[in-house]
């Protein structure tokens, strides 16, 4: 059974900073993890891509983050981190870890942690 365990989340002013965890757990993942990262889905909003990083720490971040988020990854845990600084209004979402494991690429997501930035 696959499970995708998210904190971090809550509520926080602008300007200010949180840091997400998810870890992964399940026996497909024995046989590796291709990417981890974080997309978020504003109300009224298509979902988008936050921050990706690969197992070879190989990083993608999206457009409206870049600058202001760092993923990183802990192999071992089967853990990614996002810190995200400088967090603006816009930044209000859900956010939901994303797992793409080596098993025929299959896609995993995780049941979403508010943030909820306040001006």
């Known amino acids: 059974q696959v499970q995708l365990v998210e904190s971090g989340g809550g509520l926080v002013q602008a300007g200010g900073s949180l840091r997400l965890s998810c870890a992964a757990s399940g026996s497909v993942f024995i046989f590796g993890i291709r990417s981890m990262g974080w997309y978020r889905q504003a109300p009224g909003k298509q979902r988008e891509l936050v921050a990706e990083i690969t197992r070879d720490e190989i990083r993608n971040n999206g457009d409206s983050v870049k600058g202001r988020v760092t993923i990183t990854r802990d192999n071992a845990k089967n853990t990614v981190y996002l810190q995200m600084n400088s967090l603006k209004p816009e930044d209000t979402a859900v956010y939901y870890c994303?797992?793409?494991?080596?098993?025929?690429?299959?896609?995993?997501w995780g049941q979403g942690t508010q943030v909820t930035v306040s001006s």
């Open positions: 994303n797992v793409v494991a080596d098993v025929a690429e299959e896609v995993y």
